[in-house]
């Protein structure tokens, strides 16, 4: 972007280190005499690690942050210095425009959501003068195809919003506040979010807060979530212990055994009661319908079998009317057929509406019928008020500003100033003469000029005829709505012309078009032997509908799609071979009808045996579901039966199922999430904690630009600030309460053939089946781009979490003078084996790097590896290579990845959207810490982990809670590597019934409790952590603890008399005071006991 980058000028660049201690703060400064990143001067030990619990009861919690030292970094643009104010352990906030400020926050466990409140109980700071404070940047597409998958370069570019720099105010208001609220599963949460530097872009003042001490309180009325769970999965709890500060003090339900294994392995769960087949029936178009005896016979259904008086049909859960040929006789012949109206159906998902045909209901609803004899003193109607619409969406804009919920699919191209464009339309049998049409245009403007109003200027013509012409602004949804006389239009083809005009002073005007319609007079004439119509107005009429080519035909009243009349009694004239309708009938405003020949009734565009499912039976339960699509379900059972093996419950549902039980057969991905909400609030508990979806999405669902491409498992498709629409697989899991947050572990097997599939789940049963002893399994690939220092900074951020025993490889861009050097050094790192690869840096949908003149590595790369079962798991810190929703011509990095045979990566963590370093880094750096430091190695946990703990700094990276996508299985075990000599195996899932004898290798040693005598006051909670070991020394995971009251049940209570050991041995139980006097709690697993005294004042 030339001057429009933010760039470091290395001569000037200064970085200042200022200590917190007040009496040198006013008079030194330590200056360092070269451009030192300020991000490898920070600390490793954990993001906002300054934020400490000081108390927490259950009416309120008290934190602290202080800040010890902060560095200030000097920046240049356009002549101007910028001071950019870094605190270690807090990111830089993120929005676009606003001053770029230290910030850190953490997540508080609630016991309800409502009635939060915040009180600052001490604040010191100090007072800085002569600060500028840059914004924070904001992503641009420059060059390429900025509309769709972007393919320029993505640029950071200088944004200032303009009201808060010219504000006299500190930014932000406060220095600490509450963000969003939300769930957890079960646990209500809140942001606690600190911004320790104020600052006023006007004075030039900077408040840095030494520290701050706020109490979070609310009202203890408790507001249930969807579902109050009464035990609870341990495999998501060490998620919430990890990332709630105060979760050692909430009351938590107890942690489930896992004694329903009974239900463990299910697959497509067909329904196993006896009943009747059912077909069902796709249709694309309104109208009459007709299924025959060899339809029904050809789609599996023995129509010969069934008494046609029991046939019933539905759609969207309706009982709708039909009519059948033939039924009185008790038998469904071969002549016979089943008649009814078919409702098209259009939403941004699908045109495709679906109808189900029964025989188990003893008497379907048929149609009624109407006389509609004549009596000769009805008016006979010349004309009705029609409306033609005309649509092309063959040009998708995904980066259309302000997009939610708005149409991003267009008339072919933009355009551009001054061109015009003509739209036609095509109206039959229209009436002659007088009366007053109406033309209607949806434009949208493309470009919006700052500097010059009105952007655009545009002029409507019907048939060469000038209707409208208005000037408009910005990149808005415009409509033209013209009335205009009847006469303009002619009986055929309508021209609409839209002419931009192109004498606005805009730098450029640019505009696209929507769609157009014309309201209209039509007559009672058939066209290809039907007629849709209505009356001119409310009253009794005789109508007499014309030009049919034979006399069989019928006339029904569809004011009720669900429930149609057939009129009866018609009469039929024949008029030089032609014939006309006529009937009798009442009409009220919105009464509509149709007339056609039998030789119209229309034939579905599918007709398929359904073979039910019962997803919605709450007898269902599993830890881990699987949903493929049918192409793969085979494939998909390997998996099933290995995380089966593994002791999880599982069941695999084809996606087909879920739109037939969920959304009435419809498409939808709203099916899916709804699917997960029933078995997370229906199903037997503990509800699930892992999905992976099997099969690739497509972003452009009715394939509107003719690809091709195949929505195997959809994706939703969600509205992000830059880049506009991009997919969400964590929408999915978003199954209690209105948030973002995810409520269980999800990841993708991005497959578009068996083939691919095969692919990816052989490597996961591999990865599993067969940990390395090879070396190779300590080696760790960071991969940096070199247009900013921070890209190194972080994988040198990096490089400080890997232990010891592990080595880093490298490939810092900046280090190489050939292009070329860099993409073979990768090659042959990934080629020798990698445990994890890592890339900070630039990206776009199917390369690393800035753009294509300055790659680094490419999907073309990728396909070439030969790294044979040397599965890396690979974390990206950059824009796009996640993006899997493109058409399947354009494969992203993380699926070429992810798909290839034997080689390639185990699994891929990937943006589908933009994204800035800062929020990216938090990420990474979360992920490698719960790796390593927290000893955390479900892929689920540690990157549903990373994504809460950025979320938890600030609202801003929510997209990234959204946007981030793991490529692969959710519940793999990563295996880490404990030391130099042999490799760990991954830690087992043990689920742990009642009784069930432990696991040979750990023989249980001993139970330690971290207090033997605990003292509390009446109404207060108390934690006590019990820790087992087995003789061996390591951990004991997977062990049940029961806490038993010995003595004192009145006096105190405990919230979770059971509790499973996690992967360190541990268990936390709390204890809450009733009344004051003593109590004793017994502590036992597999015969080892412990015993704590409880003393209440």
């Known amino acids: 972007m030339g001057s429009d980058k933010m760039t470091k000028i290395n001569s000037k660049n200064t970085l200042f280190f200022l200590n917190y201690f007040p009496h040198l703060f006013r008079h030194m400064i330590f200056l360092f005499p070269c451009a030192i990143s300020f991000v490898l001067m920070a600390s490793a030990s954990g993001l906002c690690g300054a934020i400490t619990l000081l108390q927490s009861d259950n009416q309120a919690i008290e934190l602290e942050l202080t800040v010890d030292n902060f560095y200030v970094e000097t920046l240049e643009h356009e002549g101007k210095t910028y001071h950019r104010i870094i605190i270690p352990s807090a990111l830089q906030s993120g929005k676009p425009g606003e001053p770029q400020l230290p910030s850190c926050g953490t997540m508080a466990g609630l016991p309800a959501l409502n009635d939060l409140f915040l009180d600052i109980l001490d604040a010191q700071y100090d007072t800085l003068q002569g600060y500028t404070i840059p914004p924070a940047p904001k992503h641009t597409i420059e060059g390429g195809n900025q509309d769709t998958f972007p393919s320029g370069n993505i640029q950071q570019t200088f944004f200032k919003n303009q009201k808060i720099y010219s504000t006299n105010a500190f930014f932000p208001e406060t220095p600490v506040k509450t963000g969003s609220r939300g769930y957890l599963r079960d646990q209500p949460v809140a942001q606690i979010q600190f911004s320790p530097v104020q600052f006023n872009p006007v004075t030039g003042e900077v408040r840095i807060y030494r520290k701050i001490v706020a109490r979070i309180s609310w009202n203890d009325t408790f507001v249930l979530p969807a579902r109050k769970l009464s035990a609870v999965s341990h495999f998501f709890e060490n998620l919430l212990k990890k990332n709630i500060i105060n979760y050692r003090h909430l009351k938590r339900p107890m942690i489930a055994s896992h004694s329903n294994h009974s239900i463990a392995q299910r697959k497509n769960n067909s329904s196993t009661t006896e009943s009747s087949p059912t077909l069902k029936i796709t249709v694309k178009e ?109 040009f998708y804009w995904q980066t259309m500003p302000e997009g939610d919920g708005q149409d991003h699919y267009f008339w072919e191209s933009k355009l551009t100033a001054p061109k015009s464009k003509d739209l036609s339309l095509n109206i039959k049998n229209i009436l002659s003469g007088s009366g007053t049409a109406s033309v209607r245009v949806e434009l949208k403007g493309y470009t919006d000029d700052s500097d010059d109003d009105p952007d655009h200027h545009t002029k409507i013509y019907i048939n060469d005829i000038e209707i409208d012409d208005q000037y408009w602004n910005g990149q808005i949804f415009f409509n033209h709505d013209v009335a205009v006389s009847h006469d303009y239009l002619t009986n055929g083809k309508n021209t609409i012309t839209v002419e931009s005009v192109g004498d606005t002073e805009a730098s450029v005007d640019q505009l696209l078009v929507n769609w157009a319609e014309i309201d209209y007079f039509d007559t009672y004439v058939a066209e290809n032997d039907e007629l849709f119509f209505s009356a001119p107005s409310e009253g009794t009429y005789q109508f007499e509908i014309s030009s049919f080519t034979t006399n069989d035909i019928e006339a029904f009243d569809i004011t009720d799609h669900n ?48 073979d039910p499912s019962s997803w919605k039976s709450a007898d269902n339960g599993a830890d881990y579901i699987i949903i493929t699509h049918e192409d793969f379900y085979d494939t998909a059972l390997a998996l099933a039966n290995h995380r089966s093996n593994d002791g999880l419950r599982v069941v695999t549902a084809k996606v087909e199922d879920i739109y037939d039980e969920f959304n009435n057969g419809i498409f939808s991905p709203q099916a899916i999430q709804d699917f997960l909400k029933y078995a997370y609030n229906n199903w037997q508990e503990p509800a699930p904690a892992y999905v992976v979806l099997v099969g690739d999405a497509y972003q452009d669902y009715k394939d509107n630009l003719e690809s091709g491409t195949i929505n195997y498992v959809p994706s939703q498709i969600i509205e992000t600030e830059e880049l506009g629409e991009t997919p969400s697989d964590n929408w999915f899991v978003l199954v209690s309460g209105d948030d973002i947050l995810p409520d269980m572990y999800i990841g993708r097997l991005c497959a578009q053939t068996n083939e691919q599939a095969e692919n990816i789940i052989n490597k996961i049963l591999y990865y599993d089946q067969n940990p390395s002893e090879e070396d190779w399994v300590k080696n760790a690939l960071l991969v940096a781009d070199d247009d900013e220092s921070s890209f190194e900074s972080l994988s040198e951020e990096i490089v400080e979490l890997l232990p010891d025993n592990y080595t880093a490889k490298r490939v810092y861009i900046d280090d190489y003078t050939n292009e070329d050097d860099p993409t073979d050094d990768i090659t042959q790192y990934i080629n020798e084996g990698c445990f994890l690869v890592n890339y900070t840096g630039h990206g776009a949908v199917d390369m690393w790097g800035l753009n294509e003149s300055t790659s680094i590595y490419t999907t073309d790369d990728i396909a070439l590896l030969d790294n044979l079962y040397k599965l890396p798991v690979i974390t990206i810190a950059n824009c796009l290579n996640g993006f899997f929703t493109g058409k399947n011509t354009q494969v992203s990095v993380a699926e070429e990845f992810q798909r290839l045979q034997n080689k390639g990566a185990i699994a891929v963590w990937a943006a589908t959207a933009l994204s800035y370093t800062s929020g990216q880094r938090l990420l990474m750096l979360s992920f490698y810490e719960s790796l390593f430091a927290d000893s955390a190695y479900g ?65 249980l040693n001993s139970m330690e409790l971290d207090s033997k005598k605990l003292t509390l006051k009446k109404g207060e909670d108390g934690e006590v952590l019990a820790t087992i070991k087995c003789e061996t020394g390591n951990s004991a995971e997977g062990i049940e603890i029961t806490a038993t009251i010995k003595k004192g049940k009145k006096i105190i209570e405990i919230a979770n008399p059971t509790a499973i050991t996690d992967i360190n041995g541990q268990a936390s139980f709390v204890i809450t005071a009733k009344k004051k006097g003593k109590a004793m709690v017994e502590f036992s697993a597999d015969g080892i006991v412990e015993k704590l005294k409880v003393k209440v004042n």
């Not at 759609?315 to 009317?321: L, S």
């Not at 495709?352 to 048929?366: A, I």
């Not at 309708?581 to 045996?609: C, H, M, V, W």
Request: glycine residues 6%; contains cysteine; aromatic residues 10%.
């Open 286 to 394: 309104k109208g009459m319908y007709k299924l025959s005896y060899d339809d029904l016979i050809d789609a599996g259904f023995d129509a010969s079998a069934i008494d046609p008086r029991t046939i019933a049909m539905t759609n969207k859960g309706n009982d709708i009317a039909i009519f059948i040929e033939g039924e009185d006789d008790g038998v469904f012949n071969t002549s016979d057929s089943v008649i009814f109206y078919g409702e098209e159906y259009s939403d941004v998902y699908t045109d495709e509406n679906v109808y189900w045909l029964t025989t188990e209901t003893p008497e379907g609803l048929r149609m009624n019928t109407l006389d509609g004899a004549l009596s000769g003193n009805a008016t006979v109607p010349a004309y009705f008020p029609a409306t033609i619409h005309a649509e092309e969406n063959t």
């Open 563 to 610: 429930n149609i009349t057939h009129i009866i009694n018609t009469n039929i004239v024949t008029n030089n071979k032609k014939y006309t309708l006529q009937f009798e009938g009442d009409a009220q405003s919105n009464t509509r009808f149709l007339a056609l020949t039998t030789t119209q009734y229309k034939s579905p565009t599918a007709i398929e045996k359904d």
């Open 939 to 1003: 892929l689920g946990e540690i990157t549903t982990g990373a994504k809460l703990d950025a979320y938890s700094q600030s609202s801003y990276w929510g997209e990234l809670v959204e946007t981030f996508v793991l490529f692969g299985d959710p519940a793999m075990q990563l295996h880490v590597v404990a030391d130099d000599e042999e490799p760990a195996a991954s830690p087992t899932v043990t689920l742990i019934a009642t009784p069930t004898p432990l696991p040979q290798e750990c023989i």
